[in-house]
């Protein structure tokens, strides 16, 4: 029974084997798909800015964009400065692009007249002011569009993404709005689902990513193998290559070292991408979220060498959490960064929305910067101050002046020995109602302990450079302090799903202030800690007067060094 076992495994590593070297074969001629064209409305656009600019103004779906729009304006809980579908709902990002002056978002939309996933399509001069595009990319000949990337080249965009039923697909396009778009394979997939061969395939066919290096197109595609403890699932992610986009090889599994995702992880809507002198792949866990790994991008072998992970949401990301990214380079070393965000209650034709765009630079070796990206500031409006203040222990403080359901909280404070600090927003006055943001000074997870210069060292008494001088520094033996968004308070309707309290670490360096920039819209939470971490919720008041904002020093006393507050403009 042993010999065979061993048997059987060789022969299946050698069917592997020989199929990373075939190029992927299309379907048998006998596996037919259904007719899945869409019936949504199709148009074929010119090929100038100024042409199609003019055939905008009386596109049929532009038109009922604008008034899908004004119909649902007066949803209490519909954002106004974050992008939402014009109609019906929306999923993941895919295809964050720059192409020709302006970024391209695409997302997974839902056509009222065919509920399938369709590329719906979205562009933007500053990553703010999003204006509507009729859908991009239909479905056919897969039954739906599910999610994946772009990358722009001098003259064309190409987006590759997956393709239920049948694989994953490739498309490009080349006119000014990226309105047309052709599939370069037709009616298969580049990479399917199934192949020819009588073997097994070793790897997953799912949400692709794209790059090009060398004159090579590679290509990610998501999964999870059993390969973990026990035979247990854990992440892993396919590479492929292609010379034509056409014809795709499978090479092996990209990732490599990786320590940090969790068993029943996987690699969802990856995204690679340069970051600073690193890589940087942003993805989504249908187990624990949004994501990221950051590491260097070994060439001679095409494996990217994991050094850190980390993660965009803390929990589940539903309910009202965050979903799955779509990232691009900005041009400047940084990675543009945008995701969906799960509802927590029944909100009619409308569902999921967008965080606002961060940008993410490198920050240290391992580690990376989270801000606001795009010209946020231009939404503000009327504004309001607060001089600066000792905020006594245990007395919360309301600000009158500072309320809001679409505002911006910029604040800074010197938490000095105040082991607790609680920030209230969107507070009823009797405070029936209201979202908990709280910061906890050095609360988290401490380094560990060193053992390379532990007891040994202090015994001997050996120092560190005699004990041996190629050991790198000791490790920095600081403790993070925590960042978190307590929504059970938020509303008292009964259909509200709270999310348990979303809870993020960062470092606080001894001698610095808490800077906390806090974007409220409507049923948006999002809150930036200096420049390090951002958390992000959905929650749902159901009292028109709930919009107070108060602070609470515990404990001990701290001090108010600044408090500004703009109300927001709609960004439609």
């Known amino acids: 029974m042993k010999s065979s076992k061993k048997i059987s495994s060789k022969i299946w590593i050698a069917n592997c084997l020989a199929l990373s070297l075939l190029a992927i074969q299309p379907l048998k001629s006998q596996d037919k798909i259904p007719d899945y064209t869409s019936k949504v409305p199709r148009f074929v656009y010119a090929n100038t800015l100024t042409e199609?600019?003019?055939?905008?103004?009386?596109?049929?779906?532009?038109l009922r964009f604008a008034e899908s729009r004004q119909r649902q304006s007066a949803d209490k809980?519909?954002?106004?400065?974050?992008?939402?579908?014009?109609?019906?709902?929306?999923?993941?990002?895919?295809?964050?692009?720059?192409?020709?002056?302006?970024?391209h978002l695409f997302y997974q939309g839902y056509p009222p007249e065919d509920r399938r996933q369709h590329w719906g399509h979205a562009y933007s001069k500053d990553l703010i002011h999003w204006k509507d595009l009729p859908y991009a990319i239909y479905p056919g000949p897969e039954?739906?569009?599910?999610?994946?990337?772009t990358i722009a080249e001098s003259n064309r965009v190409i987006?590759?993404?997956?393709?239920?039923?049948?694989?994953?697909?490739?498309?490009?396009?080349?006119?000014?709005l990226l309105l047309n778009w052709k599939k370069t394979t037709n009616d298969r997939a580049a990479i399917p689902l199934r192949s020819e061969a009588l073997f097994p395939l070793p790897y997953s066919v799912f949400d692709p990513c794209i790059w090009e290096r060398d004159g090579i197109y590679y290509a990610l595609s998501a999964g999870r193998a059993p390969k973990g403890p026990g035979g247990r699932q854990i992440a892993e992610s396919y590479l492929f290559r292609s010379k034509d986009l056409v014809n795709w090889q499978y090479v092996h599994e990209f990732v490599e070292g990786d320590r940090f995702t969790l068993i029943n992880d996987d690699y969802a809507c990856p995204y690679f991408w340069p970051i600073g002198n690193r890589y940087i792949m942003p993805f989504f866990s249908h187990m624990s979220g949004g994501q990221y790994l950051l590491g260097d991008y070994d060439t001679i072998r095409q494996k990217f060498v994991v050094t850190h992970g980390s993660k965009f949401n803390f929990g589940p990301a539903s309910p009202s959490g965050v979903h799955a990214p779509s990232a691009a380079p900005?041009?400047?070393?940084?990675?543009?960064?945008?995701?969906?965000?799960?509802?927590?209650?029944?909100?009619?034709?409308?569902?999921?929305?967008?965080?606002?765009?961060?940008?993410?630079?490198?920050?240290?070796?391992?580690?990376?910067?989270?801000?606001?990206?795009?010209?946020?500031?231009?939404?503000?409006?009327s504004y309001q101050k607060v001089n600066p203040m000792t905020l006594?222990?245990?007395?919360?403080?309301?600000?009158?002046?500072?309320?809001g359901d679409a505002i911006e909280i910029n604040l800074e404070i010197d938490?000095?020995?105040?082991p607790v600090i609680d920030f209230n927003v969107l507070r009823s006055p009797n405070k029936q109602e209201y979202t908990k943001i709280s910061f906890y000074r050095e609360r988290g997870m401490g380094a560990g302990r060193d053992y390379r210069y532990g007891e040994i060292a202090r015994v001997q008494g050996v120092s560190n450079a005699q004990q041996n001088p190629v050991l790198p520094a000791p490790i920095p033996q600081v403790r993070e302090s925590l960042l978190s968004i307590e929504s059970s308070f938020a509303s008292l309707d009964p259909d509200v799903q709270p999310r348990a309290t979303e809870t993020g670490a960062f470092v606080l360096s001894k001698n610095e202030s808490l800077k906390l920039r806090i974007f409220i819209d409507k049923s948006v939470v999002e809150v930036f800690a200096n420049g390090k971490l951002c958390l992000?919720?959905?929650?749902?008041?159901?009292?028109?007067?709930?919009?107070?904002?108060?602070?609470?020093?515990?404990?001990?006393?701290?001090?108010?060094?600044?408090?500004e507050a703009w109300q927001m403009k709609s960004i439609y």
């Open 52 to 62: 199609q600019l003019e055939q905008l103004k009386t596109n049929s779906l532009m």
């Open 77 to 103: 809980y519909r954002p106004i400065y974050h992008f939402v579908s014009p109609e019906s709902t929306l999923n993941d990002p895919n295809g964050l692009c720059f192409w020709q002056g302006n970024w």
């Open 143 to 149: 039954r739906a569009v599910f999610s994946g990337s």
């Open 159 to 176: 987006a590759m993404y997956h393709g239920t039923e049948v694989g994953n697909m490739v498309a490009i396009s080349e006119d000014p």
């Open 330 to 381: 900005d041009g400047k070393g940084g990675v543009i960064i945008i995701f969906n965000m799960n509802p927590g209650k029944p909100t009619g034709e409308w569902n999921q929305i967008f965080s606002l765009p961060r940008k993410l630079t490198l920050a240290g070796n391992n580690e990376i910067t989270q801000e606001p990206a795009g010209d946020i500031e231009s939404l503000r409006g």
């Open 392 to 403: 006594a222990a245990n007395k919360e403080i309301v600000f009158k002046n500072i309320k």
């Open 415 to 418: 938490p000095k020995t105040s």
């Open 536 to 563: 992000a919720v959905r929650v749902y008041p159901s009292r028109d007067d709930s919009v107070g904002f108060s602070i609470c020093s515990h404990g001990q006393e701290s001090d108010l060094k600044s408090l």
